[in-house]
């Protein structure tokens, strides 16, 4: 895990904070729509809070997370159990300056 200060620690924060998740994997699993979806929040918020649903545990794994958060060119800043955050690598590009 890298360490943050500023702009992306408030975000990492305040999504650990709140109990709600901004994407829920359920039982079908890592599909487009899903992948879709965190691109969407990521683009809109640049931080999104992911939570594995029970029925999806024996599917996905933390491998695949951290493989999707590659794929959309952002970071897993916190992982607490089932439980991930992922923050834009453009948020953090935009903090260093």
Same mark, same amino acid.
């Given at each position: 895990?890298?360490?943050? $200060?500023?702009? $992306? &620690?408030?975000?990492? !924060?305040?999504?650990?904070?709140?109990?709600? +998740?901004?994407?829920?994997?359920?039982? !079908?699993?890592?599909?487009?729509?899903?992948? %879709?979806?965190?691109? @969407?929040?990521? %683009?809109?918020?640049?931080?999104?809070?992911?939570?594995?649903? !029970? &029925? $999806? @545990?024996?599917?996905?794994? /933390? %491998?695949?997370?951290?493989?999707?958060?590659?794929?959309?060119? +952002?970071?897993?800043?916190? /992982?607490?159990?089932?439980?991930?955050?992922?923050?834009?690598?453009? +948020?953090?590009?935009? %903090? !260093?300056?």
């Amino acid at each position: 895990m890298t360490r943050l $200060a500023g702009y $992306a &620690s408030r975000l990492r !924060k305040d999504k650990v904070s709140s109990r709600r +998740a901004d994407v829920n994997i359920g039982k !079908k699993g890592l599909h487009p729509s899903i992948i %879709e979806e965190i691109k @969407r929040v990521l %683009e809109d918020k640049k931080c999104v809070k992911i939570r594995v649903l !029970k &029925s $999806a @545990r024996t599917m996905v794994s /933390s %491998e695949d997370i951290s493989n999707i958060a590659k794929h959309l060119n +952002a970071v897993i800043v916190d /992982s607490r159990g089932y439980t991930h955050i992922l923050i834009s690598r453009k +948020a953090l590009k935009c %903090e !260093k300056r």
